[in-house]
């Protein structure tokens, strides 16, 4: 099975890093999902939540104050100011 390399990053240090099957997150023009296999992009996301399902089927969530995300060959990168884990 396919699956994303998903790093989620803060100014100040790297939140959350690993394996996942799928990436949910709050762009400024609504809601974006990736999975395997999607197409390279560059967002710009608004205040929300960034949902991320491991590997392992865990799901992970962080609330982002804005940012942006970057999907190329199999790699997300979530960039966020400020991250807020549960």
């Known amino acids: 099975m396919a699956q994303l ?3 989620l990053v803060a100014a100040d240090r790297k939140v959350w ?10 762009s ?3 809601q974006i999902g990736i ?9 710009v996301m608004k205040a929300g939540s ?5 590997g392992d089927g865990k799901l992970f969530e962080a609330r982002v104050s804005g940012g ?3 999907v190329d060959d199999g790699l997300v990168t979530v960039v966020a100011d400020k991250i807020e884990t549960a």
């Open 5 to 7: 390399n998903v790093d």
């Open 17 to 26: 890093s690993g394996v996942a099957s799928s990436v949910s997150a709050p």
């Open 68 to 70: 942006f995300l970057s």
């Open 28 to 30: 400024i023009d609504g």
């Open 35 to 43: 999975l395997p296999g999607h197409t390279p992009l560059l967002a």
């Open 50 to 54: 960034v949902r991320v399902v491991g």
